[in-house]
């Protein structure tokens, strides 16, 4: 009765708690009639605060959670944005390396190439044994720099007659036709690995209904783990799929999990869930007593609306 009464507890406190808390997890949604795809917290605060439209593109995808990496992305023209829960912050949110997964990486430059460390109008990176020069160094340097593109992966290169250079996680090319200021412009790199990698291309139509699910009314939510059997100290990873009274996924639900240990309890906010419902995080597994069972509380709110479920581990050697 007593751990039921801290949970009553802890559910009102989420409930009645401060806009600003709230407003860091729940951002409003931004749908995008011109490809018919929403972005979504974690995403769309990013996507706001690291140039928008300039920088990433229209959303070409709503977020999914990848079944290869198990991580929450979501594709865009000229990006692709992955959440990674296991990192501290500000490093959570991460840009693709989608230069590098094209295999665009080229060998390094000879040693008598290599500029002179006061060279005004070059910038050279051991890290990846190329340069970037003139105004393709001047956009990289005013445009967010190595979060934003990566290190240079390959030197001036040329590409359907223009001329272009591939970094980690961007490629620029150089449109002398447009005015001073423009002339750097972003590739749509985004579009070009969905398609060049295979991907699902259903992905890439609009969801069915648009951005509206109607009158939500109730909850669903069913939740998992990764592993029903975990070691301590090692890492679990819960899921929760959630859908609403008609058994439509809910995107941008709020996930609060509380783990009960024997000793204590311990909670996390999880990302909202994404256009599929379905939300996760990954945690460290305390020391605790081989044969122990974790029971594992998600509480879930979507417009006002409550619901609860439960799902649980065992801890062994």
Request: aromatic content about 12%; charged content about 15%.
């Amino acid at each position: 009765m007593k751990r039921l009464f801290s949970s009553v507890i802890l559910v009102l406190g989420l409930l009645l708690s401060g806009a600003a808390a709230a407003g860091l997890q729940t951002a409003p949604a931004q749908y995008f009639p011109e490809t018919g795809h929403t972005v979504r917290d974690p995403f769309i605060t990013y996507f706001n605060q690291t140039g928008g439209l300039a920088r990433h593109g229209y959303p070409i995808t709503d977020d999914y959670v990848d079944p290869t990496t198990g991580l929450l992305m979501q594709y865009f023209e000229k990006s692709r944005i992955e959440w990674h829960p296991g990192n501290a912050e500000p490093y959570r949110i991460q840009l693709g390396l989608l230069g590098d997964n094209l295999g665009k990486r080229q060998a390094p430059i000879p040693i008598s190439k290599i500029p002179a460390a006061n060279d005004p109008n070059c910038q050279y990176f051991t890290e990846t044994s190329h340069q970037m020069c003139l105004e393709f160094r001047d956009f990289w340097l005013q445009n967010g720099g190595l979060d934003q593109f990566g290190y240079p992966i390959t030197e001036f290169t040329i590409e359907n007659d223009l001329i272009v250079q591939y970094f980690q996680r961007a490629r620029m090319e150089w449109h002398p036709e447009k005015p001073k200021g423009q002339r750097i412009q972003l590739a749509p790199l985004g579009l070009i690995y969905y398609k060049a990698a295979g991907l699902d291309p259903n992905r890439l139509a609009a969801p069915l209904g648009g951005d509206s699910l109607g009158t939500v009314t109730s909850l669903r939510p069913r939740a998992s783990v990764i592993t029903p059997v975990s070691v301590a100290n090692g890492t679990q990873t819960a899921y929760v799929y959630v859908t609403d009274q008609l058994g439509r996924p809910i995107g941008g639900a709020g996930v609060t999990l509380v783990v009960h240990y024997p000793d204590r309890d311990e909670s996390f906010t999880l990302p909202p869930t994404g256009a599929t419902g379905t939300s996760f995080t990954t945690f460290i597994v305390p020391k605790i007593s081989a044969g122990t069972i974790v029971s594992m509380e998600f509480i879930v709110t979507y417009s006002g609306v409550f619901s609860q479920t439960r799902t649980s581990y065992m801890v062994w050697y």
